[in-house]
């Protein structure tokens, strides 16, 4: 995002903290979940009293609370950030429920039951220990302070905490959000830095994305689908059948959950570093790139095609473009879902009435040019995008 010429990045870094730390890290997140908890009890107490809550008033009850002896003493334990972010992501769940029901765009899938608290669908739950991501976020009010590999965190033992990679970005730290993910904490810095002045490059690419190939250029280029969920589904398979037969709660069958949580961290590292390097290619070579509008929603349906779908990660793609492409003053064109990019020969233009998923290779009835199904698809991708932005 830029706005006067600043923007907005954020940059995920690894932790590698000692036992210490490590347990001041669980004892935020257990108050950030605690803090939210409380508040969405007091705020769906006052709805039922037919009162008008406030997040913000909750917030200072809270912090009045606190201090009280007998109220959760073991708040005071950690930096106010911790239990002060739970009320603004509170704030933000609330502000988006109602949003999107405005909109018309919170309705519940097919098959929905009603929740047993009596909420309507979207509303904002209770966070359990045992299935809430430990997490808490941290302000730019001194509770980062950066040093190369090293992060100072406010009221963290040993004051200094070890990051796999320094900071890349810089600028004004606007916030940040410590993570528990799979045996590994990350943080999450928001940085507000100067926007890169625009390059001109008038080049022009179309990208077919697909499952055979996770993306196909028109100038020839041809990235493979990793397909990590498909690489590891037998072991996942064994994990999770495995994990079927433990008694639910033991610690074998914690030990087992935490081993499938680390496998689709696996999987989701492998599908978003190739994404990134396939993302950061394009847009360091092309000014103006030309995408389609998938259906995703729609495609994964198709019982015999969703796993193969998910597992290639189209919208991941198209999103790191737009936020790359806008701040090396690039452009993403997006085509129409409708445009026949596929039937259309990139040579005459004649279109074909059907063309089946299983036709790889095709030849133009009209001028007789042969096409790879994908590589001629990218072609007529990048010629859309070129007449919408007004170029061709």
């Known amino acids: ?41 007091e705020y769906n107490g006052a709805l ?27 708040v005071r334990d950690v930096q106010s950030n911790a239990y002060g972010y739970a009320f603004r992501d509170l704030q933000t769940a609330i502000s988006r429920y109602h949003k999107l029901r405005k909109e018309g765009k919170l ?56 990051m796999a990679e320094p900071l890349r970005l810089q600028g004004r730290v606007l916030a940040g959000r410590a993570t528990y993910v799979a045996g590994h904490w990350y943080l999450s810095v928001v940085v507000e830095m100067p926007a890169p002045a625009p390059v001109a490059n008038d080049r022009a690419v179309g ?22 969920l498909a690489r590891y589904s ?13 008694e639910r709660g033991g610690a074998n069958y914690k030990k087992r959950r935490a081993e499938i949580a680390r496998l689709h961290a696996r999987i989701a590292n492998i599908r978003r570093t190739q994404a990134h390097r396939i993302t950061t290619e394009i847009v360091a070579r092309y000014g103006i790139i030309g ?21 290639a990660g189209m919208y991941q793609i198209r999103q790191q473009l737009e936020y790359k492409a806008q701040a090396s003053g690039g452009r993403v064109v997006v085509i129409s879902r409708w445009f026949a990019s596929s039937k259309i020969c990139s040579a005459c233009g004649e279109q074909v009435e059907q063309m089946p998923l299983s036709v790889r290779h095709w030849a133009c009835p009209n001028c007789g040019a042969e096409h790879e199904r994908d590589g001629n698809a990218a072609v007529n991708i990048r010629n859309e995008a070129l007449r919408l932005a007004g170029i061709a």
């Open 291 to 311: 995408l389609e509008d998938l259906n995703i929603q729609g495609m994964v349906k198709n019982r015999k095609l969703a796993k193969a779908v998910s597992d």
């Open 107 to 162: 309705k519940p899938p097919k098959g929905w039951r009603p929740r047993k608290d009596g909420k309507p669908f979207g509303w904002p739950r209770f966070k359990n220990r045992e299935r809430t991501t430990p997490a808490f976020g941290l302000s730019n009010s001194g509770a980062m302070v950066f040093n190369g590999h090293w992060v100072r965190i406010r009221r963290c033992p040993g004051g200094l905490v070890n």
């Open 234 to 246: 037998r072991k996942m398979r064994l994990l999770q059948r495995s994990l079927s037969r433990m």
């Open 207 to 228: 990208i077919d994305l697909g499952i055979k190939y996770r993306a196909v250029t028109s100038d020839g280029r041809f990235y493979e689908n990793p397909k990590a």
């Open 1 to 41: 995002m830029s706005v006067n010429g600043l923007m907005i990045r954020s940059h995920r870094i690894r932790l590698n903290p000692t036992p210490e730390q490590e347990l001041y890290f669980r004892q935020c997140a257990d108050v950030a979940r605690f803090s939210w908890n409380w508040a969405l009890a």
């Open 48 to 74: 039922a009293r037919q009162e008008k809550p406030s997040v913000m008033a909750l917030r200072r009850e809270f912090n009045r609370r606190r201090n009280e002896d007998g109220f959760a003493p073991w």
